[in-house]
């Protein structure tokens, strides 16, 4: 099993970048998986989920109508759509999957996940 994350970079407030995350091993639809990040001097914290077999996201208050969290099953990958960053938003972003499904509070607890990628760094300059 396999997470492979990419897609961050530096770009300035307002601006926008995509995280791609190609999962190998299990398939995204059959998982609960999503995103977490962890900013400089700061505790590792959700930003958004997708449930296996769900539709619906679920994300943190702080990204709610500014973040997008997407999957493509035939490719295998989800995505999470990040508009309107702030310096706020600079972090290294991990993709994160387990193939139980979760109850939605227990998203934000990092030990509900069992497979991650290697993280992402994106940087937002004001």
């Known amino acids: 099993v396999q997470l492979q994350a990419s897609g961050g970079g530096l770009v300035q407030a307002g601006g926008s970048l995509r995280l791609s995350c190609g999962a190998s091993g299990f398939t995204v639809l059959d998982s609960t998986i999503g995103w977490f990040r962890q900013g400089p001097g700061k505790e590792r914290e959700g930003v958004s989920f997708l449930r296996n077999r769900d539709s619906s996201a679920v994300y943190a208050n702080s990204v709610k109508g500014r973040f997008t969290i997407s999957r493509d099953n035939a490719k295998n990958m989800v995505y999470l759509q990040m508009n309107s960053l702030q310096p706020e938003d600079t972090a290294i972003y991990f993709c994160?999957?387990?193939?139980?499904?979760?109850?939605?509070?227990?998203?934000?607890?990092?030990?509900?996940?069992?497979?991650w990628g290697q993280g992402t760094e994106v940087t937002v300059s004001s």
């Open positions: 994160a999957a387990t193939k139980r499904r979760k109850i939605i509070s227990a998203l934000w607890d990092i030990s509900s996940f069992d497979y």
